[in-house]
């Protein structure tokens, strides 16, 4: 290439001649392509060597690419729109098409940011954790190992999240951030396997229709149940890598996608955007909680068993939803979303000019210097010089602390709260599932988008953002409350109450009775029954019931009613048809609405006083029937408005933290120091918040799953012991959001602005001379 085409194809030349004293007009060159300063000078963009110095603060050149660098310069070349649009178009390899170039601009990348969160959202932090109680029953799993699998999301990003933002930093971040989508949907693949590997579910025995879990004068062999034991719980490993995969395909969208966002933008807009696809991501969570839970309502194994088949209805706590549904759906659908985003180029059109008006806020070290040079990061050299310099930086560490105490609580309650409301107010799991889902629509969506707006309606500074997020911390921890509201506690014979007596137990359980010492009960399968003395009853056979039963219509299917029940207290009058219509009420609304409401247990069946809702060959049903005992409680809607407001507080967070994050760190090190705070996040926050939260649970066990003398899932919990617990946790995270947020502000101070320059920069004092610092008030 000769230096005549090449000075051909230069974006800009610049010219300057010295013209005396007073001549400070823009001057052009007879082709119309050159540019002069208002000084009485002039420079000539030299290639050849021979001419005056060229402007190399102005620009970064070599002969494939001529890219200009404006930050901190006070002089603002035109652009040259025609090389843009030559150099920076949208388009796959070599086919860049004249009609895809609509898409080449910050909002459609915003838009398929959002269409992306709003996905994964859906499938990692919604479906998940609304399908978390039926994986731990399919596959005989405590709540600590359950929580392993949401930890999981985490694990490869431990080892690339740094790798990738620094890396990252300096390269084409959408193509990156295509390569994570692809990740993601194999992820969701994989996550799926063990439907298909496993087998057909059998909840008893490997006869669905005729095994009866009944007194009978037998015990079950252990041989065969120990093997299925160990052969379900290895899946575990399964999930987890799949989650996994969903982690690392996260990762460059959240951490390289936020700074591509902040380069190609104003800078009061890049909060907002960060609003908007929060919120896509948290209506995801919403869809996923809803979604999911609806799958629920549909056998696993459908495809290969036909559900009239099955004795169990969805009430049953033995029944599992077709969890792996939304799991396949959602990894093609990443497939797709992959296709656009790898599309764009490495910058978009109009950034260097956008980046040359930017003022920085940022922590000014003792490495600044280097970090502001040109070439620093394109050398993995240059790494812990990066590092030690967001180390130095106490506003950016106190800000990740404080992301990490509210990612443990966003991941806690995300992936456990559909089994919180479920326990606490003896809900099946699609229908807690429905609630959590409507709480973190308005909560999650409303808050990141909320938080977002008020920091660009109000064009808050740094410190502002901090404080912001410290009084929003310190509302959201008096919602701890709402986990110590409870309904009466269940009467469960033989764990709250004693047989026949009725009267409350305050010792461990003990499911063994005169009544059905004989029966050689095991707790190897929950199979809760209501007896009509209103107590609820570990299984038809801890209840001394015969083989004898009845069944009775309902929209849900026919309940089985079991008759001759030894320990069922007769001479204690319960109206077993209310109690049985307020089941088939509730469960037939839970089925049909949408969203929860007072209203919700309206009736929808006719009275079991009807005998012709009795199809078995007895009279008026006596002894008891299939399910848990429900209640008249209905402090699920107290409770469920309190934790929305709790949950929009938290979530309000989230988008100004990530602002004031990319504020107070120098451009060069933004990408990567929104690597370190995920990692941070990851490590400290969202891996080890469902770890806390399941263990906090399992805590609160009453009776375990005993399979041949091992431990599988918990079947019944204490609930008061349950909501004092997570309570406690609630107060301790969010009691650290607010010391780190206090401290992150009260180690910030911005000097006082020139006024004589345009464009001069407001640093934040070096950690080593805060010896002065401004009222936190």
Not at 83 to 91: D, M
Not at 376 to 401: C, H, R
Not at 461 to 480: D, E, T, V, Y
Not at 695 to 718: F, L, P, R
Request: one cysteine or more; charged letters at 15%; glycine letters at 8%.
């Amino acid at each position: 290439m000769d230096n005549q085409n090449i000075e051909n194809n230069l974006p800009w030349k610049h010219e300057s001649k010295t013209n005396g004293a007073n001549n400070n007009q823009n001057n052009s060159s007879t082709n119309g392509n050159s540019y002069s300063d208002d000084k009485n000078s002039k420079t000539i963009f030299n290639i050849n060597g021979n001419e005056e110095k060229a402007t190399s603060d102005f620009y970064k050149s070599d002969e494939k690419k001529l890219i200009p660098d404006l930050k901190g310069s006070d002089i603002k070349p035109d652009i040259d729109k025609e090389w843009e649009e030559q150099n920076l178009r949208y388009g796959w390899f070599n086919y860049k098409p004249r009609w895809a170039q609509v898409f080449n601009s910050i909002r459609w990348f915003v838009f398929w940011t959002c269409v992306f969160s709003l996905v994964q959202g859906f499938i990692v932090n919604g479906v998940i954790n609304a399908v978390i109680s039926t994986l731990e029953k399919r596959y005989e799993l405590p709540s600590s190992k359950s929580g392993l699998i949401a930890s999981s999301n985490d694990f490869f990003a431990f080892f690339l999240v740094l790798a990738i933002s620094y890396y990252g930093g300096k390269r084409n971040k959408p193509k990156l951030i295509g390569i994570g989508i692809l990740t993601l949907g194999i992820g969701s693949v994989v996550f799926s396997l063990p439907q298909f590997l496993a087998g057909e579910y059998n909840f008893g025995s490997t006869d669905l229709n005729q095994f009866e879990n009944v007194c009978r004068n037998t015990t079950e062999s252990c041989e065969g149940s120990q093997e299925k034991k160990s052969h379900l719980q290895r899946y575990l490993y399964v999930f987890m890598l799949g989650n996994a995969l969903h982690g690392a395909g996260s990762t460059p969208m959240f951490t390289l996608g936020t700074a591509f966002i902040d380069e190609n933008t104003k800078a009061e807009m890049t909060s907002l955007y960060l609003g908007l696809i929060y919120a896509a991501a948290s209506i995801g969570v919403a869809a996923g909680y809803m979604g999911g839970g609806q799958t629920l309502w549909l056998f696993t194994d459908f495809y290969r068993t036909d559900p009239s088949d099955i004795s169990i209805t969805p009430a049953d706590p033995r029944w599992v939803g077709a969890w792996w549904i939304s799991f396949l759906a959602s990894g093609a659908i990443m497939f797709i979303v992959a296709i656009p985003m790898i599309a764009y180029p490495k910058q978009l059109p109009g950034s260097a000019a956008i980046q040359a008006k930017r003022k920085s806020e940022a922590y000014q070290g003792k490495q600044a210097k280097k970090v502001k040079d040109d070439d620093f990061g394109k050398s993995w050299k240059d790494f812990p010089i990066a590092m030690w310099n967001l180390v130095l930086n106490p506003t950016f560490l106190f800000m990740s602390l404080g992301a990490c105490t509210e990612g443990a609580i966003i991941s806690g309650v995300a992936t456990f709260g559909p089994k919180f409301f479920a326990e606490k107010f003896n809900l099946p799991p699609a229908f807690a599932g429905l609630i959590m889902g409507c709480v973190t629509v308005p909560g999650a969506g409303g808050g990141m988008f909320v938080g977002g707006y008020v920091v660009k309606k109000k064009k808050l500074k740094c410190r502002s953002i901090i404080r912001f997020n410290l009084a929003l911390s310190c509302i959201a921890l008096l919602f701890g409350c709402l986990f110590l509201i409870e309904c009466p506690t269940q009467r469960i014979s033989g764990v709250t109450i004693e047989y026949k007596t009725h009267i409350n137990r305050d010792t461990d359980h003990n499911l063994a009775a005169t009544c059905n010492v004989d029966c050689g009960c095991s707790a190897m399968v929950y199979e809760p029954v209501c007896g009509l003395d209103g107590s609820q009853y570990f299984s038809p056979c801890h209840a001394g019931c015969s083989s004898k039963h009845s069944f009775i219509k309902s929209p849900m299917g026919p309940i089985k009613m079991y008759l001759d029940c030894e320990c069922v207290d007769e001479s204690i009058t319960y109206k077993m048809n209310n109690s049985m219509n307020k089941q088939l009420e509730q469960t037939d609304a839970m089925r049909t609405t949408t969203l929860p409401s007072i209203g919700l247990l309206k009736t929808t069946t006719s009275l079991l006083s009807n005998s012709s809702n009795i199809t078995g060959p007895m009279g008026p049903p006596m002894g008891a029937y299939q399910g848990i005992c429900m209640s008249d409680c209905i402090l699920m809607y107290v409770v469920a408005p309190l934790l929305f407001i709790g949950m929009f507080l938290t979530f309000s967070t989230v988008s100004p933290c990530q602002t004031a994050t990319m504020r107070c760190v120098p451009q060069s090190e933004r990408a990567l120091a929104i690597g370190f705070q995920w990692l941070l996040l990851r490590l400290l926050g969202t891996t080890p918040g469902p770890v806390m939260l399941g263990a906090i649970i399992d805590s609160a066990c009453k009776v375990w799953q005993n399979i041949c003398g091992e431990t599988g899932n918990c079947w019944i919990y204490q609930k008061t012991d349950m909501g004092i617990k997570i309570f406690i946790w609630w107060c301790l995270m969010k009691g650290l959001a607010v010391l780190f947020y206090f401290l992150a502000q009260y180690f910030y101070k911005a000097p006082p602005e020139d006024n004589d320059t345009e464009g001069a920069e407001k640093l934040m004092h070096p950690v080593e001379k805060l010896e002065t610092r401004e009222s936190v008030l």
